[in-house]
């Protein structure tokens, strides 16, 4: 959730209201457009299947980020506003207990009917209603909420991604996402360096007037050991050498959850490997060496830290290592595959796990309302996972940014960067 | 799979191929179309999701009734043909363990290429690759082949219509597959009488040169003891009544595995009926009383009958009268509701629980080949169904027709009828 | 249930009922202490233990046969009778509805107390209040009681070992029930042969006074092809062909429900096998060639039959040839493991499956009352055994006894006798 | 794990390795027969029975404590040892990968032998040969695993209280463990008070010579906001306000993960109650007001605590406000209840679940050997749990200690405390 804004002098206030709703107004516009562009290379059918119950439809997520407009902005906001369907809200709702009853999340694969062009038109009314509240004049509580339903859209437009995936790599056709594969040729994976960190106090947490969710305040101090962090991901040609040198088969090296998964499931390569070969949303490509290693589990990512000799970093030394890395910013743009190019890697690749669980920074407080749902109640058996994905929208990356998974989920871009005591 | 066929003499030997070519040509011209007609009102998201792991989406029967023609007739039989995709035969088959390995049934919700689109195309290539084929000399093994496959997609058809109820009833929209309800106004049920016979041998099965099921021979004698069988089917009054009277609560009523199924399940009416209305492929509409009750289980037709002071007949007590009955041939037309039409209903409304678990006649033998899986092989834990449904293609149905479904299973249109012993 | 006793002249009343009671008294003495006689061997530790749902601690056996006699004679029929525990009748009822509620049989194993001997003095108290029962003057539907719950008590002798056996495999010491192996050194099996029956009207099941359960009446006809059924069952070594065949690695030699119970259990040998040995209640033994094969469910039998040529018989077929084999009776003593004696085999060796699923004889009724719930209420999804097992008590063997199983289960001493058309 | 023993001066050296070894030896004495204490009130078949997966019979902990001495100290460290039995290795590993396969966790309760009497033998047999390990020169490896494993037998204590309570409670009787309620006549619950902290960087985890657990080490600085933490545990009196208030009835009060499983089971207050009852020990026992509430899983405690507007504490400030606590040490004798003593109550009545996730301290190193699987592999979706309960041996309870257990478990004995922002 944004933090408050702080109001400006009196005489420039309408001005800053009418930049402010101008560029909310074009954020929205382009947010809207870029989902219905990620969905245009799905048919019908590929919209409407769920592969997990993890996992969510093409044309489900098309129609919950709509509802989410819907629901905490156009029905209490916008006057006269009339919903598009009265049992929308009951579909469409992922949640949020305190608006109401939902759809369970397994069966959201049953649903053939609103079909994708029903979607559609209910994205453009939707659409054109948040027109007529932005044309209004704007609390800066509509404003706050508008802001966070472009990042609750992009957080879904990864998801979209990651899911479809998923379906496309359950059919045994191997179908592509589009065609095409990473940008530029392999390359010999670059020796990896340490970045030392003395220890002591620092800052974390996100503090300032730009947006964040409520997740990442307060900005708090943490007190840190002397260690030292990766310069780079760990990459595929490491993790074949983690596979060849037994990694999925010694006990030793696995948190015991983590050993009772691999026994579970079989698990002897990260998801999507088949041999030498990746499945990607291009379809099967060989596995590029010098490329970070993605779709790993919570347990395999650290399974390969201690085979390492290392360990996992905590999402303190992660961020406080990254916030001075001047590399970043802008630097990736959004791709439907990591890379092996240079730099520091912190974002623009792949979500890199930590060792840090996901629970409330101190002083935390969740957003009021039904917002308030959005973060804090999954603060339990989740790890987090720090800097983004080459799919995570460039504007949606940040150097606070708190993701979280269960430690045995792998269809999220999720990978890892090493870090040690000193 | 069709008896043996007797050569006519020699002199008319052509001609009666030409005309039973023909035959062929126009049955198999009509069932492959009458398929298309069936999904023709269904969108390709409703034809992609699989709501249950017995039921198939509509695109698999679509396609899967395609692969049979193929991978029986096409392949082996048709020089130089070329199959429309080198994995539908793995992604089409459905159980035949002889043909090869093929994709899970469960999993066919998850498939969601080839497109709806692509299965017509596949569709077209075989249908014109069959008309190559009956323009040939043609074997009496192709000619019974081709007609079995008639017959197999006949089947297909009533279970597109049962699997797509089951997908549509799963949507919390309640959508219709096609507008409009049973024909005529609801009546009252007519009094049931009962319908007597002194015992004795019988001779029950198929026999001649019409198609049948090889499940539906040999001809054999049957020894029965004096019965009654009702001359109508159980109501939806009568079902109301039972409710009425705790059946769905009074174990002593229930075979003890019945009884455990309604712990688990929470039963307590038919499949589909939510408090007075009925989800049907015309979406709700109220219960009509005198239609014949559908959707229930064997338990639940097993517990009805033993509260009505009755018993369920066996399928030679089914056979027997229903065989002396002039009434039914093409008495009742294709249709998407059981009706309260007058006449016996042994044919054209509802499937009719016996409580004859479903083997194998005395000398049964499995057709040769890998049409032999069929039917043999799903002779335990079934319960035979006799007569027809509403949904069954009028063509399809057989006095000496052995349907079977597990005593659980409720999507498909089963029914009862009484018996008792004099 | 027994059948109806016809009463003897006036005259000589009093000096048959004294006799029958004495006879019933007798009896009952005999099969109460068998039971602990059974018992004997066993810890309190193994009384304790269930080792799967469908099996029963042997401390659960001596008190739910105890219960019996308590709840369905000395609670309606003996004055002033005290229970023993007002909480027994809740804790060892096994499936009587009409009784009451009942602990639920997956949970028998978390029951530590009563203790064994807690449960020893419950079936003295027991004991004394029956003779006080048979001391008073009896009717004849007390005396049929009676009877019924000696019966009843002997298949608990027999599940009762049945269990224990299948405790003591779940042991990774793999303990003796007793030691010793079975009698008689091993020898070559006999030539099979086969015993022809021309086929037609048949009569089969119970008529007569002797006592029999409510399933097998009534006595009926059954009509009958020309067949042959083996003059004796199948041996391990047949078994053993079948396995080195590749019998459980062929799907077209088994039924559809069978193959995939292979696929999902792994299946690879009769219940018990372990290489060339077999887990017995006198510990680990070596295979015996010439030994019936037992353990073997019906997907197995019947697979088995599939690769001989054969099939499994019918119940009919079965009772037509046992009833005329005059060698029987008398023949096999108790014992706890089958034998490679001489003779038919038909009894006292293991039970034989059939191809018949279990239902009623046409005109069945169940017992009145309670007791009405001992066998009817079985009637689906369950696979019938003829003959009895080496652990069968002899005085509970009969030539129309209707053993049943689910078609999965292996823990029964169940084994099989092949048949063919003629 | 033990920190390492700095070496006193060479001249006294053997006094006190001696007077070392005398401690060490009776220390083993103590708890050994305490053990066998705590086992004596049960019989051979409460020993016996595994209640879930979590759980392990009585026998079980008698014998694994005994495997744990055998394996890590007599095997590699007693010249001429003979194991007791060559199995009991497979038998009784709980989940030392390093050591060789297990018996599955899930089935210890199949095993019904060896029985109670063969474990009372064993343990005699290992108690005789630690005596002759004791009697030889010890080196301070061998006399800290002596301390580790007199530690681990501790916990197993609890472990068999904590599990034979679970089995006693299923079952429909109600038996109990022993006579007796809590000492003490019920009284009001004293007023809460608040303890408050100032914040700023304290240090926190284990340091010096006295023994502890691998995983309360290294003792590290944290940077702690100020706080205040209640005086005394949440009663069960509150607890009831929690429920009166509709507390498992409002979604808005719980994490995600807690509402589906309040969902999934039904709880409506904590294990073990049953309307103003509490199953004990000692048998059912009305509710005291004024005691501890406990048997909560961390997801109800954090729901109580959201509830009440407060939170759960961190590890980090439970141990900073407990260090300083003048009165606990010493003053809760081991009881089998908790009680409504004056006091912090931060000792010897209820575990205290605190919202920190269980992992590594900074710099943590887990032992060296097959004894560092004691606690770092079970770093993952874990909830850390503070003080100690009445059923905790005294000697085994430390500010520093660490127990920790999965947020839905509840039968430990788990309660609360809370915690608020200054």
Same mark, same amino acid.
């Given at each position: 959730m944004p933090a408050g804004r702080t109001a400006p002098g009196t005489g420039g206030r309408a001005d800053a209201d009418d930049r402010e709703r101008g560029r909310l107004r074009q954020a929205l516009h382009d947010v809207r457009r870029f989902t219905e562009a990620l969905a245009a290379p799905l048919s019908a059918e590929d919209q409407t299947v769920?592969?997990? +119950?993890d996992a969510s439809p093409t044309k489900w997520h098309r129609a919950h980020t709509s509802w989410f407009f819907e629901t905490f902005l156009l029905e209490p906001d916008l006057p006269r506003y009339r919903p598009f369907h009265p049992e929308f809200g009951y579909l469409f709702n992922s949640y949020y207990e305190t608006v109401g009853a939902r759809h369970p =999340? +397994? #069966?959201?694969? $049953?649903?053939?009917?609103?079909?994708t062009e029903e979607v559609g038109r209910y994205r453009r009314h939707v659409d054109a209603a948040m027109e007529d509240l932005l044309d209004r004049a704007c609390t800066p509580e509509t404003a706050a909420l508008v802001e966070l339903g472009i990042h609750h859209e992009q957080q879904h437009q990864e998801l979209l991604l990651m899911d479809i995936k998923h379906v496309l790599s359950c059919n045994p056709l191997h179908p592509a996402y589009t065609p095409g594969g990473p940008s530029g040729s392999p390359r010999e994976p670059r020796k990896a360096g340490w970045i030392e960190h003395g220890g002591g106090l620092v800052e974390v947490g996100h503090a300032g007037p730009a947006f964040s969710f409520d997740n990442e305040s307060p900005r708090h101090c943490a007190h840190l050991v002397p260690f030292a962090l990766a310069d780079r991901l760990v990459t595929c040609a490491e993790w074949n050498e983690f596979i060849d040198d037994g990694g999925y088969a =010694? +006990? #030793? $090296?696995? $948190?015991s959850e983590g050993w009772a998964a691999v026994q579970a499931t079989g698990w002897r390569a990260p998801l999507y490997w088949t041999d030498d070969h990746l499945f990607t949303l291009a379809g099967e490509l060989p596995v590029d060496p010098a490329s970070p290693v993605v779709h790993v589990s919570y347990f395999e990512a650290d399974a390969f830290a201690r085979w390492a000799g290392c360990r996992l970093p905590t999402e303190a030394e992660w961020e406080a290592i990254a916030a001075a890395d001047a590399g970043y910013p802008g630097a990736a743009p959004h791709d439907l595959h990591p890379s092996s190019a240079d730099g520091g890697q912190f974002h623009g690749e792949v979500w890199q796990w930590t060792s840090s669980s996901y629970g409330p920074y101190p002083g935390y407080r969740p957003a009021a309302? /039904?917002?308030?749902?959005?973060?804090?109640?999954?603060?339990?058996?989740q790890q987090v996972l720090r800097g983004s994905a080459?799919? !995570?929208?460039? !504007?949606?990356?940040? %150097? %606070?940014y708190r993701n979280f998974f269960p /430690?045995?989920?792998?269809? /999220?871009y999720s990978g890892l960067r090493l870090a040690r005591d000193l």
């Open positions: 769920q592969s997990m +119950p =999340r +397994p #069966e959201r694969g $049953l649903v053939s009917r609103p079909g =010694r +006990p #030793e $090296l696995w $948190l309302g /039904a917002v308030g749902e959005y973060n804090g109640k999954f603060m339990v058996n080459c799919i !995570t929208p460039p !504007t949606h990356r940040r %150097t %606070t /430690a045995g989920a792998r269809w /999220a």
